[in-house]
């Protein structure tokens, strides 16, 4: 069975840090580009950020440049997600999801149940 | 950076026909991908590049794409899906993904 486990989310103060990661099995994980998104509480979908099959290329959504550093170990079958100088508007449930193995295009075609980051004083 | 539109509902009677837009600058030149995401779950993808569904979809899901719409259409709609439906897309000039706002489908 392909699974994403996500885990690290929980309550921190604005200004602080926190690592997610995502655990993944059932799956050549170096062949597939991974992302994360989030979804603030009553909110959409929010896509955060992608990295390559070999890391080799990340991109941000806007908000979070600078602040929020994606990576992976293909030797773990693993995703993580740095997140710092946290803001209020950061709460949200963030997702890793699988792209593809050709573009970064793709679609997203599993996703794990995600885990819950509360940014609060 | 692109923008993606989408009605916040639509409703449907059970056994009728859900057609879902979303609306963006020429999408028809780009690959749509379609989720559901039922309350309190993650998101499912029911339709990648366009219209293909991908395995344990069933058929009465169909997305189709050209000019400044893509549409998913759900035929002989069931109370089951019920949900809220994403779509997405790729934007070549800020190397982002976009996600639309997302259509909530009630089922009468």
């Known amino acids: 069975d392909v699974q994403l486990v996500e885990s690290g989310g929980g309550l921190v103060q604005p200004g602080g840090s926190l690592r997610l990661s995502c655990v993944t099995s059932?799956?050549?994980?170096?062949?597939?580009?991974m992302s994360w998104v989030r979804q603030a509480p009553g909110k959409g979908l929010e896509w955060v950020a992608i990295i390559k099959q070999d890391g080799s290329e990340k991109y941000y959504v806007d908000s979070v440049k600078g602040r929020f550093t994606i990576s992976r170990d293909n030797a773990k079958n693993s995703l993580s997600l740095q997140l710092s100088s946290l803001r209020t508007d950061d709460t949200a449930v963030y997702y890793c999801?699988?792209?593809?193995?050709?573009?970064?295009?793709?679609?997203?075609?599993?996703w794990g149940q995600g885990t819950v980051v509360t940014v609060s004083s | 950076s692109y923008v993606l539109t989408q009605p916040p509902s639509v409703s449907v009677a059970p056994g009728q026909t859900a057609r879902l837009p979303c609306g963006g600058d020429n999408i028809g030149r780009k690959s749509v991908h379609w989720y559901q995401q039922k309350p309190g779950q993650a998101p499912v993808l029911v339709v990648y590049d366009d219209s293909v569904r991908p395995s344990g979809i069933p058929e009465r899901f169909f997305g189709s794409n050209s000019g400044n719409t893509a549409t998913l259409t759900i035929s002989r709609v069931e109370a089951g899906d019920e949900a809220d439906y994403y779509c997405?897309?790729?934007?070549?000039?800020?190397?982002?993904?976009?996600f639309g706002p997302g259509t909530k489908v009630t089922v009468l």
């Open positions: 997405q897309v790729w934007d070549t000039f800020s190397d982002h993904h976009v």
């Open positions: 999801a699988r792209g593809g193995i050709r573009y970064l295009s793709d679609g997203f075609d599993v």
């Open positions: 059932g799956f050549t994980f170096r062949s597939h580009s």
